[in-house]
C-alpha cells in the first residue's frame, strides 16, 4: 500500500521536508502522484530506505558517501569488499576527529586551569592564548 509522505515521515520519524531533501539529494526515488490529489505517493520499500539514510548519517557517513552505500546495496553483482572498504574509510576519519578532539580538550583544559576567573575578560589568560596563539 502506498504511504503519502506524512504517513512516511511519520513511519520513520523524519519530517516531511527531509523527505524532500533525499528526493533532491537522490537518495529517495521520487514518488508517483497520486492522479486524484497530486499528493505523492511512496512504495512501501520507501520506510527501509530512509532508515537506512538516516542509520547511515548516524553512523558518520556523508550524503555522498550513502548514495555509494544505496547503489552497492542495489547492484547484484556488489561485493560487500566495497562495503567494508566505505566503512574503514569512515572509521579512519572517525578516529582522526577523535584525535583532533582529544588534542583540543587537551589544549583547552590546559587554558582552564591557567584561569581563576577573577581577572578582567581581556587579561584572561584563556583569552590571552587564543588571541596570541599563532598556527604552527
Known amino acids: 500500500m502506498a504511504l503519502t509522505s506524512g504517513q512516511l515521515a511519520k513511519k520513520t520519524g523524519v ?3 527531509t523527505l524532500r ?9 521520487a514518488p ?11 512504495p512501501p520499500t520507501a ?3 530512509v532508515r537506512f539514510v538516516r542509520r547511515a548519517q548516524l553512523l558518520g557517513f556523508q550524503l555522498k558517501d550513502i548514495k555509494e552505500l544505496l547503489a552497492l546495496r542495489d547492484d547484484p553483482s556488489a561485493g560487500s569488499a566495497a562495503v567494508r572498504e566505505r566503512a574503514v574509510a569512515k ?3 572517525i578516529e582522526e576527529k577523535l584525535r583532533d578532539l582529544e ?3 587537551a589544549e583547552l583544559s590546559e587554558l582552564v ?12 589568560p584563556i583569552m590571552v592564548a587564543i588571541r596570541d596563539e599563532r598556527p604552527g
Open 113 to 124: 586551569s591557567r584561569c581563576d576567573g577573577t581577572a578582567p575578560a581581556a587579561h584572561c
Open 32 to 42: 508517483a502522484r497520486a492522479a486524484s490529489s497530486g499528493y505523492r505517493q511512496y
Open 103 to 105: 588534542a583540543m580538550r
Open 91 to 93: 572509521l579512519a576519519d
Open 21 to 29: 531533501f533525499y528526493e533532491r539529494e537522490g537518495l529517495l526515488p
Open 15 to 17: 519530517g516531511v521536508e
Open 47 to 49: 520506510v527501509e530506505r
